[in-house]
């Protein structure tokens, strides 16, 4: 068997270990002769599983006592209407700092359930090449809540700070935040967050599920006509199970975070992989007038990397000659087009290390 370097945007690499661990567990569970995608979600083995999930994600990133760790479904464009059906219950608006598509998507969901929504500060007017700073950003005198999208998945544009949400009267509102492709790539302040939330898709696990992270005082603020799947106290209260969830994603996202604490060895060790990988992919395509990347260099992405190539009309052979030596899914999002290269937790170091050998080597030939 062949495992090639996968550098998806997601459904994106799973670490190895895992994949082998789900495998030897594929049949019998513990010995408790059944798969775990055959097991009651409210017997006694996978509540365990469940439970055990939940307080390793606790570990990991600190997350304090006053927060509720959901695990839901619909990913995180569901969240999109999840968070102002769960925040705008008693009134105000909701703000946005606009970096980028799955920003935008967001604003638009508020906008079409709620009629109004406050852009704060965006980065639009520069084509999202370089992000606001916390001087830019401008709340309505009605905000309820400021969403952030911190790292652009398809423009690979980050911010380079966590903003503080204060209005003009001197209100601190909460701070939500999409972090589906940057949870756990990093240690993380969940403290100066409201609510956080992630599809598992990149991160975290397979695609199915979706982490809530939602701090006590904000449980009561939804709107009267909730869907129970939506609501966070209902889910809370639940315990994610008030419907079945996905067990099995779930199940995953559990090896996942035991991976990250036993085999990584921590955020902090993730962390420093992570910036090794990025520094060493960002120093090729810098060094190179065949490649370019069009990010403010303060607001680069350590998690998706875009670059073009000096002559697109290249592009199609750089991806069937990448494909061909093992690195996969390098083409960029339909919007944007070029290349890009997500470079989430599971994507070793090696395959950077691959990554930017065939750049040279394609420039060397082609260039």
Partial sequence: MTRHYNFCAGPAALPTAVLERAQREMLDYQGRGLSVMEMSHRSSEYVAIAERA????????????NYRVLFTQGG??????????????????????????WGNKAIKEA????GSTHIAASSAENGHVEAP??????????????????????????????????????????LVADLSSTI???????????????????????AGLVLVIVRDDLLDQAVSEMPSLFSYRQLAEAGSMINTPATYSWYLAGLVFDWLKRDVGGLEAMAEINDRKAAKLYE???????????????????????FVLADSALDNAFLEEAEAAGLLNLKGHRSVGGMRASLYNAVPEAAVDALVAFMGDFEKRRG
């Fill in 111 to 114: 906008r079409h359930l709620f």
């Fill in 284 to 306: 090729a395509i810098d060094r190179s007038d065949f490649y370019s990347n069009p990010i403010a260099v303060r607001n680069r992405s350590k998690m998706n990397v875009p």
């Fill in 76 to 101: 995180a464009t569901q969240q999109f209407a999840a968070v102002p059906m769960n925040l705008l219950g008693r009134g105000g608006r909701a703000n946005f700092i606009e970096t980028g598509i």
């Fill in 54 to 65: 939940e307080a390793d994600l606790r570990e990991l990133l600190a997350v304090p006592d």
């Fill in 133 to 174: 700073q916390q001087a830019d950003i401008a709340l309505s005198d009605d905000a309820a809540y400021l969403h952030v999208t911190p790292n652009e998945t398809i423009g690979g544009l980050a911010l380079d700070f966590v903003p503080v949400a204060r209005r003009g009267d001197g209100v601190e509102v909460p």
């Fill in 184 to 206: 756990l790539s990093e240690p993380l302040d969940v403290s100066r967050f409201g609510v956080i939330y992630a599809g598992a898709q990149k991160n975290i696990g397979p």
